[in-house]
């Protein structure tokens, strides 16, 4: 019912514009592509097309532009179909100029079988005239539309000049037998592969196209003839005939196949360049592809990007299980805010700006410093990755920009819902009831400690700090400090440092000591009159004087025995990662925040750590025995979050 409905809508628009003078049909024509091209979702198809293809080369609103330009475009292409049985030889030679003509003339003389070869450009539909005026049937290779009634029409329309609709399928051995014949055949070229498709780089990405066309050229040793049509002004176009392409012939067969679709790929791009409002851009060309990007979004909070890199990591070690076509290209984004005040504006005006972005990432500007605006505002990506509050609202952003996936790691905060989200990487101990397939959750927060970083950091380390790697026990002290209400005692901890140097000297440890920034003064006063000097004290670090670049990493490689306070979240979950010993130090005022002592606990009921304070660390300290391997609890969780990101893929 619905098929003939639309028919008879269509028959009747085709009457209508039929009637109306052609300036008049194709003014129509131009409104409607202007309407579309403000509200039709596939504009923004287009528009990520347009990026993903030709990158910073325009602007925002230039790419609007030309998205809008083409919308008039298929607007007045679908006014000259609807127009077809009007079309004569008069017409013809009025509107349509055929840049080289003698060679199709050439070609059709010959009576050699011969495949017209032109993609979605200009209005290709209008290479079917060319038979006409050469007097020769053209048969078209075309897609059956799921509307039988809607179908005949479209090939009604398309056989009032001559030309004879093949279906794909069975009709194939029809297209055969004409060129066979020394018959004319009309194909698109620049259509999908689908998934197991012939994979050729098209703008710089991997993506498949189909084969068959070439295929069937190189047996029946027929002609391929590219024809190229564009829209000059309304109703005037320019037929460019290429020269005969040349297929390649090594004798390999299906390498020839390969090197002559992508050599009229790249055929195909140097139209595309000159004419960028003419190709067919709302079409999902890239579906199929292979070339993924990859962008991490990180700031100047080490925790986050430190998670952040984990997923990288883990992106990295996908590649080793995903067919050898694909090709993921990371890249590190630093975030920059013009200030806190500005870090703050922006998590609100991102929430209601998210819906309208497209296009109009010059906004940036207010909020970030200008080179980081300029970067993400030309930046193409498939999928983005952040960590924390902060950034979520600016990956969701980017997420529309780009019609991107994206990948956050910790719970997001109101108003920011978990649905907006792609994939969402949430620690267990972060209250979050809702488990949907979007979520992974996680025992310890993603680490990107690997074996290589620990070696490169051990290595480092050593010579910064004159250490050998074969020298005697050592243990990695790493102090936290205040965290919302909580912080560290400075009598409890002072008694405790007192016991670790006493436990030193009789078991011969050499002790590697480091602070974090949110180590108060006080503690880093403590740690400096206490350890500073002290014979086990082979390395003394206090991070808001001076710093070594992956020291903490370096650190654990050199050690089997892993002290950490109990604020330090991050820092747990990198020494259980490394598969060090880890002793959690409760030396503090007992007001950690509740996600912490939810930490602790599942990792103490996966035997992945102790947990000690000042009173019971020698006891607690003896329990360890030997070195503790990597648990297959991680491995688990690398697993899971390594499926869930080539789900996104």
Not at 448 to 460: G, H, N, T, W
Request: some cysteine; charged content about 25%; proline content about 4%.
């Amino acid at each position: 019912m619905m098929d003939q409905m639309l028919v008879w809508y269509l028959k009747r628009l085709s009457a209508f514009l039929q009637a109306l003078p052609l300036e008049w049909a194709l003014g129509l024509g131009r409104c409607v592509g202007i309407f579309l091209s403000c509200i039709h979702p596939r504009r923004e198809i287009a528009y990520v097309n347009l990026k993903a293809a030709f990158g910073s080369r325009y602007s925002a609103r230039e790419r609007k532009a030309i998205v809008r330009k083409h919308f008039c475009h298929l607007g007045q292409t679908a006014v000259e179909v609807l127009r077809f049985p009007k079309m004569d030889l008069n017409y013809f030679e009025r509107y349509i100029q055929v840049e080289h003509r003698e060679r199709y003339e050439q070609i059709v003389q010959k009576n050699q079988g011969t495949i017209l070869i032109t993609p979605h450009f200009g209005n290709w539909e209008l290479s079917q005239i060319l038979s006409a005026i050469v007097g020769k049937s053209l048969y078209v290779l075309a897609r059956e539309q799921k509307h039988t009634k809607l179908d005949d029409f479209l090939n009604e329309l398309r056989s009032s000049h001559g030309s004879v609709a093949i279906h794909k399928g069975g009709g194939v051995r029809d297209l055969i037998r004409e060129l066979r014949k020394g018959g004319l055949v009309g194909v698109l070229g620049d259509l999908s592969g689908g998934r197991t498709g012939n994979i050729v780089r098209f703008f710089g990405r991997k993506t498949t196209a189909p084969q068959g066309i070439f295929e069937i050229g190189l047996r029946t040793h027929s002609t391929i003839l590219p024809c190229f049509l564009v829209r000059l002004k309304g109703p005037h176009h320019q037929v460019f005939v290429e020269e005969p392409f040349a297929l390649a012939q090594s004798g390999n067969e299906a390498k020839d196949i390969h090197d002559s679709v992508q050599n009229y790929y790249r055929l195909l791009e140097t139209w595309i360049e000159r004419y960028p409002d003419q190709w067919f851009w709302i079409y999902k060309r890239w579906k199929h592809c292979f070339t993924k990007r990859i962008v991490m979004l990180h700031d100047d909070r080490a925790g986050h990007t430190h998670q952040s890199e984990a997923i990288m990591k883990e992106f990295e070690g996908l590649k080793e299980s995903l067919p050898h076509d694909y090709e993921l290209e990371l890249r590190s984004v630093p975030v920059q805010f013009r200030s806190d005040w500005h870090r703050k504006l922006f998590f609100v005006f991102a929430f209601f700006a998210r819906p309208f972005i497209q296009g109009r990432l010059g906004c940036l500007n207010f909020f970030l410093e200008p080179n980081c605006a300029v970067t993400l505002r030309d930046l193409h990506a498939d999928i983005i990755i952040s960590a924390g509050s902060g950034l979520a609202p600016l990956n969701l952003l980017l997420k529309r920009e780009n019609l991107a996936k994206s990948v956050v790691m910790m719970k997001p905060s109101f108003p920011y819902l978990a649905r907006f989200f792609d994939l969402l990487v949430v620690p267990l101990h972060d209250a979050f009831p809702r488990h949907t397939n979007r979520t992974i959750r996680t025992l310890v927060t993603p680490s990107r400690v690997d074996e290589d970083l620990l070696q490169a950091s051990r290595d480092q380390l050593s010579s910064n700090a004159s250490l050998h790697s074969n020298g005697a026990g050592r243990v990695s002290v790493f102090i936290g400090g205040k965290t919302r209400s909580y912080q560290l005692n400075p009598d409890v901890f002072r008694k405790w440092l007192s016991t670790l140097k006493a436990c030193a000297a009789e078991k011969k440890w050499e002790l590697l000591v480091t602070t974090s920034r949110r180590t108060a003064p006080e503690i880093s006063a403590i740690i400096k009159e206490e350890l500073a000097g002290h014979p086990a004290t082979k390395l003394l670090i206090i991070a808001n004087e001076s710093n070594i670049e992956n020291a903490a990493y370096g650190m654990l490689a050199l050690s089997e025995l892993a002290l950490i306070t109990e604020d330090s979240i991050s820092m747990v979950s990198d020494a259980v990662s490394a598969g060090k010993n880890v002793l959690v130090m409760q030396l503090g005022n007992g007001k950690l925040p509740k996600k912490h002592a939810r930490f602790h606990q599942a990792l103490e009921a996966n035997a992945l750590i102790q947990r000690a304070d000042a009173a019971n660390f020698l006891t607690q300290l003896a329990a360890f025995n030997g070195t503790r391997k990597k648990d297959t609890v991680l491995e688990q969780q690398s697993r899971l979050i390594q499926e869930a990101l080539r789900k996104l893929l």
